[in-house]
């Protein structure tokens, strides 16, 4: 009997086969790579977004601790707002609204005719204390404010639907203001002007520590539209009530040089908008109003009596970039505070 041989190798048909095994192995491989590739972007994304949330309750955090005027959506916080220059900041948006102070009260989630939660946040807070030897041999020390306002302005064309963020944090920086309570319990006129100027001129205090030149006298709780409750250091170390050549006329509180600036506008980030679907979502306390704009993913409330305030702080941070899935943020704290 004859054994007919089969010669050795792959008909079409198996190669066929295994061409199509083959590929759909390298077409899952670059697509697990892809996969892990947009899984890392997303992460990198998510945590950039966490830090900046995290780097912006930090410095409200740090200068709250030293908290001395907490500005409320009353007469006298919105007419202290109205005294705010932000002729060279960026503009808020339509809607900024201070937090209603509730004294008794705790946070909660507003209701339509019970609202407490405002977009934006200012205060007052210490700077510096300056200690001073006149020639006579007295010593005077004179604490030395800022007042800061974080509020909303729009970014990359503003907020709108289909587009995200559209928002920028702003943190405003006044320049400094001497306690006008320090400033008149010096009684010697020759001490008077000797720390007034010091403090105008920049000289070096008793520790030999420079800071920036100081030349408004701030009456803490006065008035901003009244007679006395600012005023500016003249050359002869007196103090005069009107606004001198320079500055903005009626009194203006205006900022610190250069130190006023949007905290996102040169990053990748915004304060989500109420278009932006984020879990557990933007507005969490306020009552959202979308066609006014209010209140974003900017939240503040307070509560408390004068010496022991708190400040409730919900933020909500979004990546800009328009491709891949959306990469958010957010913070949500209790700050302690004074309002002395």
Avoid at 287 to 298: E, M, T, Y
Wanted: hydrophobic residues 40%; glycine residues 8%; proline residues 5%.
């Amino acid at each position: 009997m004859t054994r007919t041989s089969r010669s050795a190798g792959f008909s079409i048909a198996e190669l066929a086969v295994a061409s199509t095994i083959f590929l759909g192995l390298v077409l899952l491989v670059s697509t697990l790579a892809l996969s892990g590739s947009e899984a890392q972007d997303l992460g990198r994304r998510i945590s950039h977004m966490t830090e900046m949330a995290q780097e912006a309750t930090d410095r409200i955090r740090l200068e709250m601790i030293s908290s001395v005027r907490v500005f409320c959506d009353d007469a006298d916080g919105n007419a202290n707002l109205a005294a705010i220059d932000l002729g060279t900041a960026p503009p808020p948006i339509a809607v900024r609204r201070l937090p209603k102070l509730d004294v008794d009260g705790t946070f909660r989630a507003d209701t339509a005719g019970d609202e407490i939660t405002g977009n934006a946040l200012f205060y007052a807070h210490l700077a510096w204390r300056d200690r001073f030897r006149c020639a006579s041999g007295v010593e005077y020390l004179v604490d030395v404010y800022r007042w800061a306002h974080y509020y909303l302005s729009p970014k990359d064309g503003g907020p709108r639907r289909g587009q995200r963020g559209g928002l920028d944090l702003v943190h405003f920086v006044s320049e400094p203001l001497l306690d006008a309570t320090a400033i008149d319990h010096i009684t010697d006129p020759a001490d008077h002007a000797e720390v007034l100027l010091h403090l105008k001129n920049r000289t070096p205090d008793v520790e030999g520590q420079v800071h920036p030149g100081a030349q408004v006298v701030w009456l803490r709780g006065g008035d901003p539209t009244a007679t006395g409750t600012f005023r500016q250091i003249e050359t002869d170390g007196t103090l005069g009530d009107a606004p001198a050549a320079g500055r903005p006329n009626p009194w203006r509180v205006v900022s610190a040089e250069d130190r006023t600036a949007g905290l996102l506008a040169y990053r990748r980030g915004s304060v989500a908008s109420n278009y932006d679907i984020v879990a557990p979502g933007v507005t969490r306390f306020a009552v959202r109003n979308d066609a006014a704009g209010f209140p974003h993913g900017f939240e503040v409330q307070f509560i408390g009596q004068t010496s022991s305030r708190q400040l409730l702080l919900h933020l909500v941070m979004v990546d800009m970039t328009r491709k891949g899935p959306l990469a958010w943020s957010q913070v949500q704290t209790v700050i302690n505070c004074k309002d002395r």
